[in-house]
């Protein structure tokens, strides 16, 4: 067992990822540059927020409670229905960063998640354009 703190640690724990989940939804609801991802989702955003709170809390190092309800995540399976893009993708990323920068993550973490979001959000696009 290491001692470095996992992300999820470094976060604060299930409320900042919990926050960090609800901001980032709201964002996505209120700012027009998200209108393509934001188009994406159910009208109501309540089990997409739970699905990403529970998923996040186990990418990042803490409590698995998106396996515990659902088994493997399967991301890109789970999306294939969606039409994912170059587009898509950055503004789920833009819309993480800028979430992020509101709650006042260190910088330094926010890079490191960023950079590690781009390669799953990279990894689920089902489309060039």
């Known amino acids: 067992m290491s001692d470095t703190p996992t992300a999820f640690d470094a976060l604060g724990g299930e409320s900042a990822v ?9 964002l996505m609801d209120l700012e027009a540059d998200y209108a ?11 089990t997409s927020r ?30 294939l229905p969606f039409s994912i893009g170059i587009s898509e ?6 819309c993480m960063a800028q979430a992020m920068r509101e709650l ?3 910088p330094a973490l926010s890079d490191r998640l960023v950079e590690a979001f781009h390669g799953t959000a990279d990894w689920m ?5």
Do not use: M, T
Request: with cysteine; hydrophobic share 35%.
């Open 18 to 26: 919990r926050a960090l989940v609800d901001r980032f939804y709201d």
């Open 36 to 46: 393509g991802i934001r188009a994406l989702h159910p009208p109501e955003l309540d």
């Open 50 to 79: 739970d699905k990403l709170f529970w998923f996040l809390c186990g990418w990042l190092g803490g409590p698995s409670h998106y396996i515990e309800r659902f088994g493997h995540p399967r991301l890109r399976a789970r999306h």
């Open 89 to 94: 993708r950055d503004q789920w990323l833009a």
């Open 104 to 106: 006042d993550i260190d």
């Open 125 to 129: 696009r089902n489309r060039s354009g």
